[in-house]
């Protein structure tokens, strides 16, 4: 069974540093995906980043990156420059499959961790 | 990127009544659509998986004859949740994608009186 694990239900952040949000998964499918996603207060998810189990390099979308450890089952998230604009939850996620054929797996959720940034 | 909708983005409705909720995708053609339900501060928890011109799969728990799913189109499915509780008042987001990236829709906020 898919299993994904947050461990900081919350933490603050100084506007302009960077961040990590750390992400455990656990599978036994060699083909799958991670995702992470924000949620601000209007609740709306919003996609942040995707990596595949089989990419060589570790993900980036601007001041997003995933640090993808593929031995060690982690996909944490970086957020560089802190902006107060990214107060929000944080999802992980995972889907078994690749690509494609993967787009009617489901996703699995981690608990979230909730992020303040202080100006 | 993708784009899901979903109506109404909020609804508030009496004990005994049903409700439909919305989710379409405006911009690709899904045939699988999930829907998901949210309480405050926590995760997305998956009610069922919407497969078009077929029955819904419903996650363990979920009662199906509660919360009716028809996804008659590629770009539509509907979550009916039939003689609404109190206990039913939730965040309700559905979610779609072709490819590997998957896009959730704003989401529905239900309040049942």
């Known amino acids: 069974a898919q299993k994904i694990t947050q461990t900081q239900p919350g933490m603050f952040v100084q506007e302009k540093e960077a961040v990590t949000l750390d992400c455990t998964y656990d599978?036994?499918?060699?083909?799958?995906?991670l995702f992470w996603y924000k949620q601000p207060s209007s609740g709306e998810m919003i996609f942040l980043i995707y990596?595949?189990?089989?990419?060589?390099q570790n993900a980036t979308e601007g001041r997003y990156s995933l640090n993808f450890q593929k031995a060690r089952k982690s996909a944490n998230l970086v957020i560089s420059a802190s902006q107060l604009g990214d107060s929000a939850m944080y999802f992980c996620a995972m889907r078994e499959g690749y690509m494609i054929k993967a787009a009617g797996n489901k996703l699995t959720f981690g608990g979230g961790t909730r992020v303040l940034v202080k100006p | 990127g993708a784009v899901v909708s979903q109506h109404p983005s909020r609804v508030i409705c009496k004990s005994g009544t049903s409700v439909k909720i919305e989710c379409r995708s405006l911009?690709?053609?899904?045939?699988?659509m999930f829907w998901y339900r949210q309480f405050p501060k926590k995760s997305l928890m998956l009610m069922a998986t919407s497969n078009e011109g077929s029955k819904a799969t419903y996650e363990q728990g979920v009662e199906k004859d509660k919360f009716l799913i028809n996804h008659a189109s590629l770009t539509l499915s509907t979550l009916t949740v039939t003689s609404a509780h109190p206990e039913d008042s939730s965040f309700y987001i559905c979610?779609?994608?072709?490819?590997?990236?998957?896009?959730f829709g704003p989401g529905t906020r239900l309040t049942v009186t």
């Open positions: 990596q595949g189990s089989y990419d060589q």
């Open positions: 979610s779609a994608g072709t490819g590997p990236e998957q896009y």
């Open positions: 599978t036994s499918d060699p083909s799958y995906g």
């Open positions: 911009d690709f053609q899904a045939t699988t």
